[in-house]
């Protein structure tokens, strides 16, 4: 079950609605008959990195019949895969997605000005958001078993070409061109973990995965993701990680949001194509920072613009009672809104430990559940990461295993490459820069005013602007300024910065 997500509270009866995106697929490879043929347009993964382990998640969408689907990712030796929450996902996105909100404007009369209600979504301005089987000796089944709706089977081989062998002997299609890459992983001493959906499941029943992997693994398999995509591909990753980080062997770009124009007769702003034109960089191999806050999932992010007090979130279907000031609270409400779990026990502690310096530990063997008898105690001084779930909401817990919370980034990465920039895996590293990048902006360029404030005279106003997160600095509304000297000096910029 998926519902919509509100955030956030901009004053007591302001509400910026968001609703979840369902454009999402597999980061791994997904492998069909062929007599199905599938075009991969967007993923969405997030990824938590400690020393003591890795976690990728991935939330795949596969519409075709279900019992012709296998998805198929290179991980680790070590590597076990459980099932997550929609609600991880669902929160993760609606609270870090782009939001532009309209510029102010004195309209010089008593019946309007100020800050208006104006908001954009970014989604609303065309940015994209998003086995079994025979073999022989030469492929080992390192694990079989059951993670909710899904079969999975773990794989090691040493032999090129003999993975290919066993998906072809399970009734899959593997595109002759895709073995290459698939060798290359098993010469880097890979193995890989596959899915399907058990008989009797149907798509609808899908729910995202992870990957935990033992010790610090930061790569993403891009060359995987190739299989199956088209010309090009948008990713959106969520890292959870100490500090923030960013892409090591690609470009990184962050939008030019001094250069937001709002127009008023539209009700939309530039941000769209502001985004496009940065993510062109270096041939389209660019990674864009949307959201990067040091304490961005435990802790409270500030207030917007010139509304007081911290950000908040609802989750649909929970009313203003239901309003919580922080993402890992939206979590937990999107989770019991959605039905993933009846219990919220956990939000006392989260609050209570978002700003400790003590490691969280899982004291579980890998793959198995929080309440196993084969459980062990945390040491002293170290956080039980158990305190952290309700129930079988436990992604945060899993997510945080290995780290100090007080130092925990929330970052958001965007891009849209094209296949030539699959080439070789993501590899991701603490970023240069350590500043917060929000995902709030109010625009700073005003055009057909005069649909806000009728046929009057406007100024604008002078006492500068707030961007989200508190951010200030002087606010230029240039209502004599058209859109197509907006997009010249937006060019002129760009250039400037490919230079």
């Not at 969405?44 to 795949?60: E, F, G, H, N, Y």
């Not at 591909?233 to 690609?250: D, P, S």
């Not at 962050?254 to 940065?278: H, I």
Request: charged residues 15%.
């Amino acid at each position: 079950m998926r519902s919509g997500f509100v955030v956030p509270v901009l004053a007591a009866t302001l509400l910026a609605s968001l609703s979840t995106t369902d454009e999402a697929a597999a980061c791994g490879g997904c492998f069909v008959p062929p007599s199905q043929s599938t075009v991969v347009s967007a993923h969405r993964m997030a990824l938590s990195i400690s020393p003591k382990q890795t976690v990728l998640w991935d939330q795949i969408q596969y519409d075709g019949d279900p019992e012709e689907f296998a998805w198929v990712l290179p991980v680790k030796p070590g590597a076990v895969i459980e099932v997550s929450t929609d609600a991880w996902f669902d929160t993760l996105d609606a609270a870090t997605t782009t939001q532009i909100f309209q510029a102010p404007v004195d309209c010089g009369n008593d019946s309007s000005g100020g800050f208006g209600c104006g908001a954009m979504d970014v989604r609303s301005a065309g940015a994209t958001n998003e086995a079994g089987g025979g073999g022989g000796p030469s492929v080992t089944v390192v694990h079989r078993g059951t993670v909710g709706p899904y079969q999975t089977v773990t794989l090691s081989t040493d032999t090129p070409g003999a993975l290919n062998d066993w998906l072809d002997n399970a009734g899959y299609a593997v595109d002759p061109s895709t073995q290459p890459v698939i060798d290359a992983y098993v010469a880097e001493k890979f193995d890989f973990i596959a899915i399907k959906l058990q008989p009797g499941k149907d798509v609808k029943s899908m729910k995202p995965v992870r990957i935990v992997m033992p010790g610090a693994s930061p790569t993403l398999p891009l060359r995987m993701v190739a299989i199956g995509t088209g010309a090009n591909v948008a990713v959106t990753l969520f890292m959870i990680t100490e500090g923030r980080w960013e892409a090591k062997n690609f470009n990184n770009v962050v939008a030019p949001v001094d250069l937001l124009a709002w127009d008023f007769q539209t009700q939309s702003s530039n941000y769209g194509e502001l985004r496009t034109k940065v993510l062109e960089q270096n041939g389209g191999a660019s990674w864009l920072t949307a959201f990067a806050f040091e304490g961005g999932l435990l802790g409270q992010l500030p207030g917007l613009f010139t509304f007081g007090g911290p950000r908040t979130y609802s989750s649909t279907g929970t009313g203003l009672g239901g309003v919580t000031d922080t993402i890992a609270g939206a979590y937990v409400a999107q989770g019991l809104a959605s039905g993933e779990t009846m219990s919220g026990e956990c939000s006392q502690n989260l609050v209570n430990l978002s700003k400790s310096s003590l490691m969280v530990s899982n004291p579980c063997p890998a793959g198995v559940p929080f309440d196993d008898p084969s459980c062990g105690s945390v040491a002293a001084g170290e956080i039980d990461a158990r305190k952290l779930a309700c129930g079988p909401l436990d992604d945060l817990a899993v997510a945080l295993n290995g780290l100090h919370p007080k130092d925990v980034w929330l970052t958001r990465l965007e891009a849209n490459l094209p296949r030539a920039a699959l080439a070789e895996d993501l590899v991701l590293a603490p970023a240069a820069s350590q500043e917060t990048v929000d995902n709030m902006h109010q625009a700073r360029i005003g055009t057909n005013v005069e649909a806000f404030c009728g046929d009057g005279s406007a100024a604008p106003i002078t006492n500068g602007s707030k961007r989200g997160g508190g951010g200030s600095g002087p606010l230029v509304v240039g209502f004599g300024l058209g859109l197509a000297a907006i997009a010249a000096a937006a060019r002129r910029r760009l250039g400037a910065a490919r230079a």
